[in-house]
């Protein structure tokens, strides 16, 4: 069977942050046991020229010069997020014209939680080997929204990160799509009606049966799919709402910090929702070996999860150094970008 392969990837994160502990501060909270429990220590804050189009702009460029490849090959464009910027007019359309992706391109905006971003990519992988497209782009990018004083303020944050897809077979190929399946149910641990600015949640619900159950059933379900084991996984990447879920699924499943350390991203980051857990991918990308196996899970609250299981075909390479230096916002600065 002809497999589809990631061929070239970019991301995008805003260069402004602000701490934890300014949050807490604000909220006369305190700072060291909130970081404790939730693991993260700053996060990414979008300013007013940074939404979800600019940022997949920005990310699916540089995926594109990391393949090495002309825009107009790519005819197919699906960008996730659950912070469009408009309600009716689409992202990816934007996206494929600012690009200048192949005129002639399937585009769709796609919303499903914080997994939007890797139902693009199961897209464009089924077209792939349909051989329907040549070459697709998948982004997820998000500003992720919270309400002050909400505890989703601490992780709430934006960015993007975008994957070419094209043939296993294709010599730029990087690392080929295995296998891939999903778990989902109608679990409503988070949502937003469409006037409303803000997400309200279910507060621990949204841990269990939401979060553990249906990332513990698709690892569980990929890896009898592959007929493989734990130990055989050199890389695990998981949705990431925090640092404290992860890092109990991997305790349960046996999960090493090795396994985990190149795409656990979300203490300095904060959680990116529909880039999250494919930020992680991006990291692990530019880390991982030839013939070394990558496990992927994302996590969209309402509530699904999608799986995944690459296999490195070269060894990867470092994207472009970030020369912009962070700006730390104040929680006054931090407000005023989040009304903007």
Same mark, same amino acid.
């Given at each position: 069977m002809n497999r589809s392969a990631i061929v070239g990837f970019g991301m995008y994160i805003p260069n402004q942050r602000i701490r934890t502990a300014d949050i807490a501060a604000h909220w006369q909270q305190d700072s060291k046991a909130i970081s404790a429990g939730i693991g993260v220590n700053e996060k990414s804050v979008p300013s007013s020229s940074e939404d979800a189009?600019?940022?997949?702009?920005?990310?699916?460029?540089? +995926?594109?010069?990391?393949?090495?490849?002309?825009?107009?090959?790519?005819?197919?464009?699906?960008?996730?997020?659950?912070?469009?910027?408009?309600?009716?007019?689409?992202?990816?359309?934007?996206? =494929? =014209?600012?690009?200048? !992706?192949?005129?002639?391109?399937?585009?769709?905006? !796609?919303?499903?939680?914080?997994?939007?971003?890797? =139902?693009?990519?199961?897209?464009?992988?089924?077209?792939?080997?349909?051989?329907?497209?040549r070459y697709g782009l998948a982004i997820g990018s998000d500003t992720a929204q919270s309400a002050p004083g909400d505890a989703l303020e601490y992780t709430a944050a934006a960015? +993007?990160?975008?994957?070419?897809?094209?043939?296993?077979?294709?010599?730029? +190929?990087?690392?080929?799509?295995?296998?891939? !399946?999903?778990?989902?149910?109608?679990?409503?641990?988070?949502?937003?009606?469409?006037?409303?600015?803000?997400?309200?949640?279910?507060?621990?619900?949204?841990?269990?049966?939401?979060?553990?159950?249906?990332?513990?059933? +698709?690892?569980?379900?990929?890896?009898?799919?592959?007929?493989?084991?734990?130990?055989?996984?050199?890389?695990?990447? !998981?949705?990431?709402?925090?640092?404290?879920?992860?890092k109990k699924i991997a305790k349960e499943f046996g999960f090493t910090k090795e396994q985990m350390e190149h795409g656990f991203i979300v203490p300095n980051i904060g959680n990116t929702y529909s880039a999250c857990s494919p930020l992680g991918l991006a990291h692990v990308l530019q880390k991982a070996k030839k013939q070394e196996t990558i496990l992927l899970i994302s996590y969209g609250s309402g509530a699904g999860s999608d799986a995944f299981l690459f296999t490195m075909l070269k060894d990867g390479s470092a994207l472009p150094q970030d020369e912009r230096e962070k700006q730390y916002l104040t929680y006054g600065e931090y407000m005023h970008c989040q009304t903007q």
């Amino acid at each position: 069977m002809n497999r589809s392969a990631i061929v070239g990837f970019g991301m995008y994160i805003p260069n402004q942050r602000i701490r934890t502990a300014d949050i807490a501060a604000h909220w006369q909270q305190d700072s060291k046991a909130i970081s404790a429990g939730i693991g993260v220590n700053e996060k990414s804050v979008p300013s007013s020229s940074e939404d979800a189009f600019t940022m997949a702009f920005e990310a699916g460029k540089q +995926a594109i010069e990391t393949a090495d490849i002309a825009s107009t090959q790519i005819s197919a464009c699906y960008i996730g997020s659950e912070s469009h910027p408009y309600a009716v007019k689409p992202t990816s359309g934007m996206v =494929a =014209a600012a690009l200048e !992706l192949d005129p002639f391109c399937f585009c769709a905006d !796609l919303e499903f939680a914080c997994k939007a971003g890797t =139902a693009g990519m199961q897209i464009v992988d089924s077209m792939v080997k349909s051989k329907q497209v040549r070459y697709g782009l998948a982004i997820g990018s998000d500003t992720a929204q919270s309400a002050p004083g909400d505890a989703l303020e601490y992780t709430a944050a934006a960015g +993007a990160a975008a994957f070419v897809i094209g043939s296993e077979k294709d010599e730029k +190929a990087i690392c080929r799509m295995d296998y891939t !399946l999903s778990f989902t149910t109608d679990t409503p641990d988070f949502w937003r009606p469409a006037e409303k600015k803000y997400p309200s949640h279910a507060g621990r619900f949204t841990g269990e049966p939401s979060y553990f159950r249906h990332v513990r059933e +698709a690892i569980k379900g990929i890896i009898q799919t592959a007929d493989c084991s734990v130990e055989d996984i050199n890389h695990v990447v !998981l949705h990431m709402p925090n640092a404290k879920f992860p890092k109990k699924i991997a305790k349960e499943f046996g999960f090493t910090k090795e396994q985990m350390e190149h795409g656990f991203i979300v203490p300095n980051i904060g959680n990116t929702y529909s880039a999250c857990s494919p930020l992680g991918l991006a990291h692990v990308l530019q880390k991982a070996k030839k013939q070394e196996t990558i496990l992927l899970i994302s996590y969209g609250s309402g509530a699904g999860s999608d799986a995944f299981l690459f296999t490195m075909l070269k060894d990867g390479s470092a994207l472009p150094q970030d020369e912009r230096e962070k700006q730390y916002l104040t929680y006054g600065e931090y407000m005023h970008c989040q009304t903007q």
